[in-house]
């Protein structure tokens, strides 16, 4: 089985604080996306990478940036937490385009408050 | 671009009551239409998938959905409601070529009465 894993369930940071979220894949997966989930709004992409440094912006990119050094990890920075960036955070990894229907396999989630 | 309405964001049905969970979306190219379904305080995790073979899909723990052309819609059935299906559902779309652009509803929350 597919496993995600991020680094943390619950985080709690303050404004202005520096805030790594890690993701990692145990599938050798190419794909790997970052969400937030926010209610009324399911789910809006931040940040995709499709391969080892390499990164494509989503719908939301701002006030976030993200890093893949290593194919089974896609770490998502917050350079400078405020208080809007409260939210659901989600990880997800997909195998290359055409293996297994293209399903997106996701992590537990970080619920990150930032006061 | 492709899109995803879910129509109602709260369902609320009896214990054996037919669960209906309703999306419609929007694509200029076949899409390829998903379900997913979040229990409380956890990630998602598929329930099924329309990648374009057979129209009517079967999922996970009894739940399938119908793909209808015509109708724009992807709707989430099940039979019989089990307490244990009380959770959010998202339905998504993405191009056939292109999963790197997966498009959320906004999602549905079922409530499974006793």
């Known amino acids: 089985d597919v496993k995600v894993t991020q680094s943390s369930r619950y985080l709690v940071k303050r404004t202005g604080e520096k805030v790594f979220l890690e993701c990692v894949q145990d599938?050798?997966?190419?794909?790997m996306f970052w969400y937030r989930q926010d209610p009324g709004l399911g789910l809006r992409l931040i940040y995709f990478s499709y391969d080892v440094k390499m990164k494509e912006k989503g719908d939301i990119p701002e006030g976030y940036s993200v890093s893949r050094e290593k194919k089974e990890r896609f770490s998502l920075i917050l350079e400078s937490a405020s208080t809007n960036q409260t939210s659901m955070y989600l990880c997800a990894s997909r195998p290359p385009t055409g293996v297994r229907g293209d399903t997106q396999y996701f992590g537990p989630g970080t619920r990150l408050t930032v006061l | 671009a492709q899109s995803v309405t879910q129509l109602g964001s709260h369902v609320s049905v009896s214990e054996g009551a037919l669960v209906l969970l309703r999306c419609n979306y929007s694509s200029s190219v076949p899409p390829y239409l998903f379900w997913y379904v979040q229990y409380p305080n956890q990630g998602l995790q598929l329930l099924l998938k329309?990648?374009?073979?057979?129209?009517l899909v079967k999922g996970i723990n009894g739940f399938e959905a119908e793909f209808k052309k015509s109708e724009t819609s992807f709707h989430l059935t099940k039979p019989s409601a089990h307490m244990s299906d009380a959770a959010e559902y998202f339905c998504?779309?993405?191009?056939?070529?292109?999963?790197?652009?997966?498009?959320f509803g906004a999602g549905t929350r079922l409530t499974v009465k006793p």
């Open positions: 599938m050798d997966h190419e794909n």
């Open positions: 329309y990648t374009s073979a057979a129209t």
């Open positions: 998504a779309v993405s191009l056939k070529y292109n999963n790197n652009d997966m498009r």
